[in-house]
């Protein structure tokens, strides 16, 4: 079951504390306010995406939704809100609870209905740095020849000045 954070009733004291100070003002008008904080309570309880055997059960502040996993193609992210699941009919439904930081609890309750994203990006991952590993090989291969030759021409210059120091030592001394 994935659940709205219970961390939000510490926000909802916080607003019942703001809303107080304004009742207090006005106590016959201000009243109404506190629907507000007793609203928020109850959609940080209500709402939820269940996770079952025969599919999802999804329970938002207004009502109820059964999706069977026959009925489920996928499911999108976007930038902003709940996850979505594409139906098999062409809709999309919003998973109540389930945003990109709890995508991962739903591909694992699932038991591999919902394809892992992040499986297929490591493996893209991985397989890029394994094709840059191969290129910088190949690239030291095809350097690999010159870099001797280059090397080569360092030591007998090196050799070539350490010989002509000692000469000029010998003809000083």
Same mark, same amino acid.
């Given at each position: 079951m *994935? @659940?709205?954070p219970r961390l939000g009733h510490l926000a909802v004291f916080v607003l019942l504390l703001c809303v107080a100070f304004a009742f207090f003002g006005w106590p016959q008008v201000l009243w *109404?306010?506190?629907v507000i904080p007793i609203a928020v309570v109850i959609w *940080? !309880? @209500? %709402?939820r995406t269940k996770v079952s055997a025969s599919g999802l059960d999804l329970r938002t502040f207004f009502g109820s939704r059964h999706i069977d996993w026959s009925q489920l193609q996928g499911v999108s992210i976007p930038k902003r809100g709940y996850v979505r699941a594409h139906l098999s009919d062409g809709s999309e439904v919003p998973l109540p609870a389930v945003g990109y930081d709890r995508l991962r609890i739903l591909v694992e309750a699932s038991g591999g209905r919902i394809p892992d994203p992040f499986a297929a990006a490591e493996e893209a991952e991985a397989?890029?740095?394994a094709e840059a590993a191969a290129a910088r090989d190949d690239a030291a291969e095809d350097t690999?020849? !010159? %870099?001797e030759i280059t090397n080569a021409a360092e030591a007998t210059a090196e050799s070539d000045e350490k010989n002509s120091a000692d000469g000029s030592a010998t003809h000083t001394a």
């Open positions: *994935i @659940r709205n *109404i306010l506190f *940080i !309880e @209500r %709402t397989k890029a740095r690999g020849d !010159e %870099t």
